[in-house]
Structure formats: C-alpha cells, structure tokens
C-alpha cells in the first residue's frame, strides 16, 4: 500500500516546478490528484508525466469564474478532498519607482486574490482533518531590493494562513504555509536576460547560508509533512530556506 491511497488532492500551479514535483510523489504514494495551470501545452506534459491518476486543469488564477469551475470540477471528479496545495503564482521584478500599477495589480491578483477564493471556493469540498499549504516565500520577511510588490503579495498570503487557519479550525481543517528560499526551478532564467540572471543566482548562492539553492524536491518535503502528518500545527509557516531567514 502507498502513503497515499485513497487521498484526494487538489494543487494549483502543478504543471512545473515543485507544484509537480509535489504531484509525483502524491501519484507514487497511490493518491489521486487534480492539477491545475494555465499554459494548456504545459498541463499536457505534466498530465503524460504523471499518468492516470493525475487529471490537468486549465485554469486562471486570476480569474474568479476559472476558480468557481475548478471547485465544481473538483466536485465531480473527486467527491471531496483531503489536501489543498495553493501553488499558483507569479513573480516580478521592478524597482519601487518602476513598478506600473498594471504589474501591482497583476501580482496582487494572481499572488493573493487567487489564492484567497480559491480556498474560500474549495472550502466546502475539504474533509474533516484536511490540510491545506500555501506558497508564500522570502521576500514576505526580507526587504529584498527589486520585488516590493511581489513581496507584499506573499507578505498578503502569511497573514491569510494565520487568519484561514483560525476560521477553518472549528471544521478541524488546518491551514499553513511553506515559505520557499532560492529554489533551482529555472524561473530566473525565464524571467530576465541572461547575463542579469547568471548574476542574481550567484549573488543568490553566495548569500545562502548553505551557499546554494534548494531543490524542488526539498518543497515537496515540507508542503507533504504540511499536509498530512503536521497534524497539531495550524497557522504556521515553514521556511525551506537553507537558513536564509533564521541565521
């Protein structure tokens, strides 16, 4: 028997990165799982690299009609759910005096008001004893240079675990967050040239206590522990940094 036969798990953001390192290790541990993204040539992918017992979701973030059709999705295909992964999200980065209110604007609604109805929406399809995880990140403690609105967009999420986690208790669902340091997905080399890029991952490395960066695969540790075996932690949040926030 697998860790995870018979569980149901729903996790925005799945295509890429530790959102589908998370769903492979929860299909090999027997569970069912329902990703979601919005780059349909990118959910394909991960759907064939996960086979059967993953289904792949189109679906905005952004968009509150996306969100009440994914929960009515959820519903038919898995009944209720015992995990909630809120992944979905986007970086940015501007300088304070650079940042448009279109790109605040769009970092706030994917980052924070995404993640907020999707809970609410998801809510009522969570079974008793349930988990739920949000990614929120670094930046929310550190005054990094360059991500002001990014950060307070996580900064938007740790304060809704807290508050979540107390309105979902008496339902005996818990609500956290992993809080992800530098992690070797390959989002730096999509996002900036790549001189610019070679930089901040030096510069990343060299500032880490543990003079690297983190692996998907060290998320997928923390957001798993999280959901389904921190069974007397609610409302926290749980750095997979190599130190960067506490030393």
Same mark, same amino acid.
């Given at each position: 028997?697998?860790?995870?036969?018979?569980?149901?798990?729903?996790?925005?953001? $799945?295509?890429?990165?530790? &959102?589908?390192?998370?769903?492979?290790?929860?299909?090999?541990?027997?569970?069912?799982?329902?990703?979601?993204?919005?780059?349909?040539?990118?959910?394909?992918?991960?759907?064939?690299?996960? &086979?059967?017992?993953?289904? =792949?979701?189109?679906?905005?973030? =952004?968009?509150?009609?996306?969100?009440?059709?994914?929960?009515?999705?959820?519903?038919?295909?898995? &009944?209720?759910?015992?995990?909630?992964?809120?992944?979905?999200?986007?970086? $940015?980065?501007?300088?304070?005096?650079?940042?448009?209110?279109?790109?605040?604007?769009?970092?706030?609604?994917?980052?924070?008001?995404?993640?907020?109805?999707?809970?609410?929406?998801?809510?009522?399809?969570?079974?008793?004893?349930?988990?739920?995880?949000?990614?929120?990140?670094?930046?929310?403690?550190?005054?990094?240079?360059?991500?002001? =609105?990014?950060? /307070?967009?996580?900064? /938007? #999420?740790?304060?809704?675990?807290?508050?979540?986690?107390?309105?979902?208790?008496?339902?005996?669902?818990?609500?956290?967050?992993?809080?992800?340091?530098?992690?070797?997905? $390959?989002? #730096?080399?999509?996002?900036?040239?790549?001189?610019? =890029?070679?930089?901040?991952? /030096?510069?990343?490395?060299?500032?880490?206590?543990?003079?690297?960066?983190?692996?998907?695969?060290?998320?997928?540790?923390?957001?798993?522990?999280?959901?389904?075996?921190?069974?007397?932690?609610? $409302?926290?949040?749980?750095?997979?940094?190599?130190?960067?926030?506490?030393?």
């Amino acid at each position: 028997m697998g860790k995870y036969d018979g569980r149901n798990v729903v996790i925005t953001g $799945g295509s890429s990165g530790f &959102g589908l390192t998370t769903a492979e290790r929860l299909v090999a541990g027997g569970a069912r799982v329902l990703i979601t993204g919005r780059t349909q040539e990118t959910l394909d992918a991960a759907r064939a690299r996960l &086979g059967d017992n993953a289904i =792949a979701v189109r679906s905005d973030a =952004a968009s509150l009609s996306d969100i009440d059709e994914l929960a009515d999705r959820v519903k038919t295909e898995f &009944g209720t759910v015992d995990a909630l992964f809120v992944n979905a999200g986007v970086s $940015g980065f501007a300088p304070f005096e650079g940042t448009t209110e279109e790109e605040y604007d769009r970092l706030l609604t994917i980052n924070a008001k995404g993640p907020y109805f999707t809970v609410q929406k998801l809510a009522p399809l969570l079974n008793e004893g349930s988990g739920v995880v949000l990614t929120t990140s670094v930046v929310n403690v550190l005054g990094y240079p360059g991500v002001s =609105a990014y950060a /307070a967009s996580k900064a /938007a #999420l740790r304060s809704m675990a807290r508050s979540l986690a107390r309105e979902l208790l008496p339902r005996g669902i818990r609500v956290n967050a992993v809080s992800p340091g530098p992690i070797d997905t $390959g989002i #730096l080399d999509k996002q900036l040239p790549k001189e610019v =890029a070679e930089q901040t991952k /030096a510069h990343m490395r060299e500032n880490n206590p543990m003079l690297r960066f983190g692996k998907p695969e060290e998320i997928t540790n923390a957001v798993l522990f999280l959901a389904f075996d921190a069974t007397f932690t609610t $409302g926290a949040e749980l750095p997979v940094d190599g130190g960067g926030t506490q030393l």
